[in-house]
């Protein structure tokens, strides 16, 4: 009987869901969901404010349409007596529209053009001009891949290369570029497999249903690791395109939101078929296949070093380096074998049927024939009693979120059911998906959100400053075809996003608006890692603009290259950085992005690691930040290249100062800021007479003393590092002379200067 109810609530629910009123009763008010598992659960009454995500959408009528409608909306809620901040100045606008959009500074001759272009609508040129760069499409895509967790390896003990996930990452890039419309760019990733079975571009899209980290090996529970992607996967969803944090409601009803636990395991039943697969998927013209040869090489040359030790061990193991090197080349024979796929035409994707997931964790995962799922019935979905996977309690039908009031028919066949959940979130009805987004497009300009928890719409997140202004930026979104270029369009030209950083007024200003939530002023913001890492490659001239393709791999700082780190039961291969400098020096958003192995620079200036959903980038100030600019490898490198790029163009050692200044601030010194430069050079000049040591020597062999896993004695193994023995160091101090060298000093401190790393 008590089956038989939940059946009628859950129709129920799908045919005729009330929508929220606008408004509620101030004492709380109680929402119909498919229901909880307690009675008082499901009728408790939550506060009206919190609901608001879930209320329609609705359309409201910019108060003033005399200005932008953004002013117009923010103006109706700035505190009374607060006057806006004026327009920033054109060097200042160029930079940050140029760093929001692209990442990457803007160049003297980009600046120049800006400033003398008098045209009225220069401005809005300057918008296209950018839009339409293909870097903006590498910023945009990493701030979508930071919501998503991309990684290019699958985290915990088994971190393992992930081949092919570079082409995830790269249609993500593509997408942006070619302003996809944001509802089909959710449905390709959802469902891009059920839409069209044989496009490899829709193929390589669901590979966002794998960003997570995953770990199966000979010792796991199948049924567990896969209650751990279905688990990953629901709250993915929820966080990425609905901007809940579904997880919570696993093993309870949500303790503040009106998500039972039942929709919880409905989302969950629509992934209930969806498996693993890599599978074949046709290089794309547009797709950068460029490099594989060389990295081909060093992958044969491991192979084969590999395939000698193992052929030159005995027969009959007795000593403990037998023992370990055996393991050890057998897992390495392995790990070799699976990252030869980056060079195929594989597709890191899922498909609908049986599972592939059992003890045999060294075989590729592939697709089963379609006799394989025509021999069983879909698996049936159970709410898991406190989200134990043996503990399964009530059977569920695959359904959405009850709480929105918008239904959806989601069948129960192997095939359709991701596509329906795909068309219910990108209905123009649906309450949170256009709201998310904006939110997050709105965010990435002004450093935070209208709603300033763009993960969690929820209770226990902050709600939106300005209600009004976030659901009619969400109507026209969708009014003008899911749009994002137009929605920065939309944007950008506000007044509020153009003015200037710096209030005439800070007194008043920090009275009457605290948190800077009235937008009379511009929050600045300190560069991303990844900006400031390219930012330095573009002003030093060494930035390589190639787009797509295989993860490069940058220097990294050496001790930290080394260390070594667990995989599989052994050690990994060490990281070894690309030979050349023109492969190092891409831009950041195509380096290889290991789990287990972060790079320390970008970690000191807040990456976030690819484990969790980042919902907003924090921003720290720590003394190892200083460290890092002012000691470090990477901004040294980038210091001596900008000095010896400065030395090659420049007539007179005034004119360096102001190329200096021109490349890495965007204007030249001022007279106080020319004469303390020219000191500084003059004095970091007569530090640098002694000639510095010769070239830094990098290890082409290392030997490791590690304990067999087994047997737990001790044993040695020596790696080759291949890619030392052809590398090509960035340019070094010993190459220059002493004025070069001083010059670098000046260059450091430009980097380590705030205009340098902050968006004002």
Not at 597 to 617: I, K, M, V
Request: aromatic content about 10%; some cysteine.
């Amino acid at each position: 009987m008590k089956h038989h109810a939940l059946q009628i609530v859950i129709a129920g629910c799908l045919c005729a869901a009330p929508k929220l009123p606008a408004e509620g009763p101030a004492d709380g008010e109680t929402v119909r969901t498919s229901g909880g598992q307690t009675e008082d659960w499901t009728n408790r009454k939550y506060q009206p404010a919190n609901l608001w995500a879930y209320r329609p959408i609705r359309q409201p009528v910019p108060p003033d349409d005399s200005q932008h409608p953004v002013d117009a909306f923010l103006r109706a809620k700035r505190p009374h007596g607060l006057a806006p901040a004026p327009a920033a100045e054109r060097l200042t606008l160029i930079r940050r529209l140029t760093f929001d959009l692209t990442g990457l500074p803007p160049t003297p001759q980009a600046i120049d053009r800006f400033h003398n272009d008098k045209r009225p609508d220069a401005y809005r040129r300057l918008i296209n001009r950018l839009l339409e760069s293909s870097r903006y499409g590498e910023q945009w895509g990493r701030h979508w891949l930071d919501v998503v967790r991309y990684a290019d390896t699958g985290g915990f003990a088994n971190d393992f290369l992930r081949p092919n996930a570079w082409r995830y990452r790269d249609y993500v890039i593509r997408s942006f570029n070619s302003d996809k419309p944001y509802d089909r760019f959710v449905r390709e990733q959802i469902a891009g497999d059920e839409l069209t079975p044989r496009t490899s571009e829709n193929l390589v899209a669901v590979g966002f249903l794998r960003m997570g980290p995953w770990e199966h090996t000979g010792m796991s529970v199948a049924r567990v690791t896969r209650q751990f992607f279905l688990d990953d996967v629901t709250n993915s969803v929820g966080q990425v395109f609905l901007g809940h944090v579904l997880r919570c409601a696993r093993c309870h009803d949500h303790k503040f939101d009106p998500v039972p636990t039942r929709d919880y395991y409905s989302i969950q039943a629509v992934f209930a078929e969806t498996r693993f697969a890599e599978v074949d998927a046709a290089f794309l013209a547009e797709e950068n296949t460029g490099g594989f040869e060389s990295h081909r090489k060093y992958h044969r040359q491991r192979t084969e070093a590999n395939n000698r030790m193992l052929a030159s061990l005995p027969g009959r193991r007795v000593t403990p380096d037998d023992f370990g090197r055996h393991r050890l080349g057998r897992k390495w024979k392995l790990l070799f074998n699976w990252s030869a796929d980056r060079y195929r035409p594989i597709a890191f994707s899922v498909y609908n049927g049986p599972g592939n997931v059992g003890r045999r964790v060294a075989s590729r995962l592939r697709k089963p024939s379609r006799q394989a799922r025509g021999k069983r019935q879909p698996n049936r979905t159970s709410v898991l009693d406190g989200g134990d996977v043996f503990s399964a309690g009530d059977p569920v039908r695959p359904d959405v979120l009850s709480a929105t009031g918008l239904a959806a028919t989601i069948p129960v066949s192997f095939d359709g059911r991701r596509t329906s959940l795909a068309d219910w979130i990108t209905h123009p009805d649906n309450p949170l998906t256009a709201r998310v987004i904006v939110n997050r497009i709105w965010q990435g300009h002004f450093g935070r959100g209208l709603a300033t928890n763009p993960n969690n719409f929820g209770a226990t997140g902050q709600p939106p400053t300005h209600p009004l202004l976030l659901d009619w930026l969400a109507t026209e979104f969708v009014r003008r075809g899911w749009s994002i270029k137009s929605l920065h369009r939309l944007i950008l030209t506000s007044a509020a996003y153009r003015r200037s950083s710096h209030h005439p007024d800070r007194d008043t200003l920090s009275r009457l608006d605290p948190n800077r939530a009235g937008y009379a002023v511009f929050r600045p913001r300190r560069l991303a890692a990844e900006e400031l890492r390219d930012a330095m490659l573009v002003v030093s001239g060494e930035l390589n603009p190639r787009t797509g393709g295989l993860p490069t791999r940058p220097d990294m700082n050496l001790e930290a290259a080394l260390q070594p780190r667990m995989i599989m039961g052994t050690f990994a291969p060490s990281y070894v950085p690309d030979p050349l400098p023109v492969q190092r020096n891409r831009r950041t958003i195509y380096a290889l992005k290991l789990r287990g192995h972060r790079d320390p620079f970008l970690t000191t200036f807040n990456q976030p690691g690819p484990d969790a959903s980042c919902e907003r980038r924090e921003t720290s100030n720590v003394t190892p930040q200083v460290f890092a600019l002012f000691n470090g490898q990477e901004s040294s490198d980038r210091a001596l290249a900008l000095a010896a790029r400065v030395l090659k163009t420049a007539d007179s050692d005034a004119d360096a100062i102001h190329l200096a200044f021109r490349l890495a601030f965007g204007r030249e010194a001022v007279a106080a800021e020319h004469r303390a430069a020219l000191v500084h050079w003059k004095t970091a000049t007569a530090d640098q007479a002694d000639p510095p040591a010769k070239q830094q020597e990098w290890p082409t062999r290392i030997t490791r003393r590690a304990n067999e896993e087994n047997t737990g004695e001790p044993f040695t193994f020596t790696e080759t590092l291949f890619e030392y023995r052809d590398y090509v160091p960035d340019l070094q101090p010993h190459q220059v002379d002493a004025r070069t060298r001083g010059l670098a000093q000046l260059c450091l401190v430009l980097f380590n200067a705030n205009e340098f790393l902050y968006v004002y």
